[in-house]
């Protein structure tokens, strides 16, 4: 399916007035209190988030997996629901791949496909947290850090093969997240296991293109409870250091144990100039992977002004792989995909908000009430309008969510598809 831009440009005229409206009333304000709201529509306009191709089907729980109707069975398929939801935001204008889950068949074809949606490859993500069939060694007890040297092998060829299959995509970057650990005391000796680990993420490193990065990601538990290898934002650090230039800590915001400062790992990270990429979603317990600003709004929100700070003032950090990371058990996946899109627009746009030369100030004089009152002043500000704007100077929906229920997208897919398939990897 492909939503057609007349059809989206005829139902925005249903709400035009009210946004000319609201835009002009925001726009005014805005503009005397010194923004450039031009500016902060274009810098919204050319924000991209990847979109893993693993989330465009229902995700799972530990104990059970409940699907949702109409979900894509191949790649191709994945490829057309993200090009819905560019169509409809403007803002998903890449594509995550996780190999072996979504290898295409043709790669010709596949590009080709891409690019007639305006869908770039992002970053590819390997997996040797799961044994894959035919393969003649187990992950049961680790990839990268097993104690055994035929286990390690095989999961670095596994990254090596990645590389080779992104390259022929146009592709940039590697992600690597490892499941590795120990559920019980003394089942690990915890420095082999780490400089394991770094002796194989060396190996993988050496067959990465000139042009390409290593994406290291951390998590401080599960699926083992006792340990993991790459615990948190320091180890990842440390590995991704031992690596090389080319190597940067990948940031998820679910991959954190309760009450962390994010806000206050990213900027160190931007400030060491490791920072690589970002895992969007959000959570109240654990790695929930729940919509993105659903919880946290204001944590995400922080995020985005130490972001924002980085991008400007921290050269030395390269341009960030942004990607949605989360799990649809039960909303629409397409529906939830776009209530992400439009939480990281927002939290985006009150960032772009704050007087940082204000803030500055504040801080040198040591004014702790201004401070906040200048954070929570823009956070406070409705930019829904921007968001608005910068979609209907690109051709996407006023309103994504309304125009995706008005076309009947999902009832569409279902006729396409049928109701009873599920997506690849789920």
């Not at 005397?32 to 810098?43: F, L």
């Not at 990254?159 to 559920?183: E, Q, R, Y």
């Not at 939480?343 to 906040?372: F, G, M, P, S, W």
Request: net charge negative; with cysteine.
């Amino acid at each position: 399916m492909k939503i057609e831009k007349e059809k989206i440009l005829d139902l925005n005229k249903k709400g035009l007035e009210s946004h000319k409206e609201s835009f002009d009333f925001l726009s005014n304000k805005l503009s005397k209190n010194g923004c450039d709201v031009n500016t902060i529509i274009s810098r919204l306009s050319q924000f991209q988030v990847a979109v893993p191709s693993w989330a465009l089907g229902a995700g799972g729980t530990r104990f059970g997996r409940f699907g949702f109707y109409g979900e894509p069975t191949n790649l191709e398929q994945k490829i057309d629901d993200i090009g819905i939801l560019h169509s409809l935001t403007q803002t998903a204008g890449a594509v995550s791949l996780h190999i072996p889950w979504d290898i295409p068949s043709d790669y010709n074809a596949i590009k080709e496909k891409a690019d007639a949606l305006h869908i770039k490859f992002d970053a590819v993500n390997s997996n040797t947290f799961q044994d894959q069939k035919d393969a003649p060694e187990s992950y049961k007890y680790g990839s990268l850090s097993n104690t055994s040297k035929a286990v390690r092998e095989q999961a670095i060829q596994h990254n090596l093969d990645v590389i080779k299959i992104g390259d022929k995509l146009g592709s940039k970057a590697l992600t690597v997240w490892l499941a590795d650990g120990s559920c019980f005391p003394g089942q690990n000796n915890f420095q082999t296991a780490f400089q394991n680990t770094q002796d194989s993420l060396i190996d993988i490193y050496k067959g990465l293109p000139d042009d390409w990065k290593l994406l290291v990601e951390y998590k401080p538990y599960e699926p083992n409870f006792y340990s993991t290898v790459i615990q948190d934002w320091g180890a990842s650090l440390m590995l991704a250091n031992g690596c090389g230039d080319k190597a940067y800590t990948l940031v998820d915001l679910g991959h954190h144990l309760p009450n962390s400062n994010i806000e206050q790992i990213v900027s160190i990270l931007q400030l060491k100039g490791k920072l690589g990429g970002f895992h969007f979603n959000d959570s109240k317990y654990g790695d929930d992977d729940l919509t993105v600003g659903s919880i946290k709004p204001y944590a995400l929100f922080l995020i985005f002004n130490e972001l924002v700070y980085g991008m400007k003032n921290n050269p030395q950090n390269p341009d960030l792989a942004w990607m949605i990371d989360a799990s649809h058990n039960v909303k629409d996946p397409l529906e939830d995909l776009i209530q992400s899109l439009e939480a990281i627009q927002e939290a985006y746009a009150k960032a772009l908000l704050i007087d940082q030369k204000a803030l500055k100030t504040a801080q040198l004089d040591n004014d702790v009430v201004k401070c906040q009152e200048i954070l929570q002043g823009a956070y406070r500000t409705d930019v829904r309008p921007l968001l608005e704007k910068s979609r209907l100077d690109t051709g996407g929906a006023l309103s994504p969510i309304n125009v995706y229920r008005e076309l009947n997208v999902r009832d569409t897919l279902i006729l396409e598809r049928g109701k009873y398939t599920v997506a690849t990897g789920l």
